[in-house]
Structure formats: structure tokens, C-alpha cells
């Protein structure tokens, strides 16, 4: 039987913990798979961890329960989650119970079949809400511009130690744990999973968290907008040079006002040189922050060797 951790993030889940520990507890009797649950308690100002405890401890689950000083996010949760981790196999399923564990059976059998470093579960109907499902595909296509897909992505996931290997000696602020996890990944793939209707309370994420989400993972995980400050910059130079150019080319051709032409060029060439320099700075920026979020790293999948003794 393969071992496996699942990682949980919870946060505000006073309501559900009795629920999702009983569906967990069904669940194990059932799989498999050896699971040992990681919660990681997302500075939750109720009696999550209180109630979390408690119904534990009427079980024989497998478990560790780590609890975050604040409010972090769950991205944040989910990758201090990773760094417990020690099996071969670890899957993240959501606290809300929209996410039954089940579906880390069906993952790990896709998994087998198709030899799979990272499984995401997408859902054969999402049962979030409509605006939250528009703002996540705006979100993908501006995305795609830089030419990353994470239409596939959801917090449903399955996947090999390797592929978090970028959180084993980290335990910091992470804004787009996907980020990593597809940068790890050599295979990945997607099967379809139920999603459930949230059967009480409220979704964490309000229209102004989700607002917030999406602008810092354009701000903090993508280059995108240091992407279009430089190739702004070096277009406009070049389209300055050229109009710098043809007002020298009307000034020795055709009888121009005095003053007029030095003026203007000028001030092309200037603001041209500036957005130029611009542009480079910007790159350079661009890679320096690449390589500050670690996503320019090398990863290891796997290590064999050998030794002949003599």
C-alpha cells in the first residue's frame, strides 16, 4: 500500500471541521491508499483548531496539525504544509468540503496510468460562484500572454515529492504556489472530479480578497507587466529615432521654421534614449526577480547511483 500526506488548509472552519474529519475518517477506511493528514491552521480567529482537536482525537487518523501565527492565504498555508511533508505522494484538498477525499483515489489511479508527476482535479462542474468563475478565466488569459496555461489549475491536486522539492528548506510568503509546482512538474495532467455545492458558511474569498489575489499574483508571480514596461520602452525609442529622422530629412529637403527642427529632435532622441534605457533596466529587473522567486531553479526528479566494491 502506498503512504501518502495530504495537505489541508484550514481557516474559519469551526462550522465544518466536525464534518470534514468525519468524511476523512469514512474515507480512510475505504482507500487504499496509508494517508497522514497535514493541517495547517490558517490563523483562524474562531475555534477551528479547538474543534479541529477534538474530533481528531476521537479518531485513528494519521495526522500533524500546524498553526500559522496569522493570517497568511491559503498559498502561503499550502506550501508550509509542503515543507512537513515526507512521503512519496502528496495531495491538497480544500477544507470547505466542496473537495471529497475521494478524489484523491481517482487522481492516484490516473496518475498510475499515465506515469504523472502532477494530477490537477478539475471539476466536471465548478460550484463556485459565477463572478468568482469569471475572474479566475480573465485571470487565465491575461496569463497566457506570457505565455503560461494554468487552465487546468485548482486546489485539488496530486503529485510527486519531487515536484515540491523548491519548498524543503523554504518556510516563507508564497502568493501562487502553482507557480512552483508547475515549474517542478515534468508531466502534468488533468481529470475531471465532482465538485461539491459549500454546504454552509461562506467562501473566504469575497469579491474584494479575490481582486487583491489576482493583481498580486500579476505583481508577484508573473513578469507581465515588466514585460510590457521594457518592449514598451524599446518600441517607443525605435518609433522616436525614426520621427527624429525624418524631421532632420524635412529640414534639409523643405523650408522649415528656424528652431523648430533641433527642438523636436531633440527631444525624440532624449525621450527615445530614456525609454530605451528603460527597457533594458526593466529586463534586468525582470531576471532579478526570477531568480529572487527561485523559479529560474533546477529540479531534480530523480537520483540513482552505483557503487562497485572491490
Known sequence: MTRIDVVIPVYQSEVTA????????SWVKHTNLIPHFIFVNDGSLDKTLQVLKKELNTTNLSYSIISLAKNYGQHTAT??????????LIATIDDDLQHDPSVID????????HE????????????????????????QQILKLEGKDYSMVTSCRLMKSSVISVFRNNQRRVFFVDDYLLLGALNVKSCLVEHNERTTGNSGY?????????????????????????????????????????????????????????????????????????????????????????????????????????
Request: net charge positive; glycine share 8%; aromatic share 12%.
Open 116 to 139: 504523472n508527476d502532477l494530477i490537477y482535479g478539475n471539476y466536471t462542474q465548478k460550484k463556485h460562484h459565477s463572478l468568482r468563475n469569471i475572474g479566475t478565466i480573465a485571470l
Open 206 to 310: 469575497t469579491l474584494g480578497k479575490l481582486t487583491k489575489m489576482a493583481f498580486t499574483i500579476l505583481l508577484l508571480h508573473s513578469t507581465l507587466p515588466l514585460r510590457v514596461i521594457s518592449r514598451m520602452g524599446l518600441y517607443m525609442s525605435i518609433v522616436f529615432f525614426i520621427l527624429g529622422c525624418l524631421y532632420i530629412y524635412k529640414k534639409i529637403a523643405f523650408d522649415v521654421e528656424i528652431g523648430f527642427t533641433s527642438l523636436i529632435v531633440a527631444i525624440f532622441f532624449t525621450t527615445g534614449l530614456i525609454l530605451f534605457s528603460l527597457g533594458i533596466i526593466g529586463e534586468y529587473i525582470r531576471r532579478i526577480w526570477v531568480s529572487k522567486q527561485n523559479l529560474d531553479m533546477i529540479i531534480i526528479a530523480d537520483q540513482s547511483t552505483s557503487e562497485i566494491i572491490n
Open 18 to 25: 466536525k464534518s470534514l474529519i468525519e468524511r476523512l475518517n
Open 79 to 88: 506550501a508550509i504544509g509542503f515543507f512537513y511533508c515526507k512521503n512519496g
Open 106 to 113: 481517482e487522481m492516484y489511479e490516473c496518475m498510475k496510468t
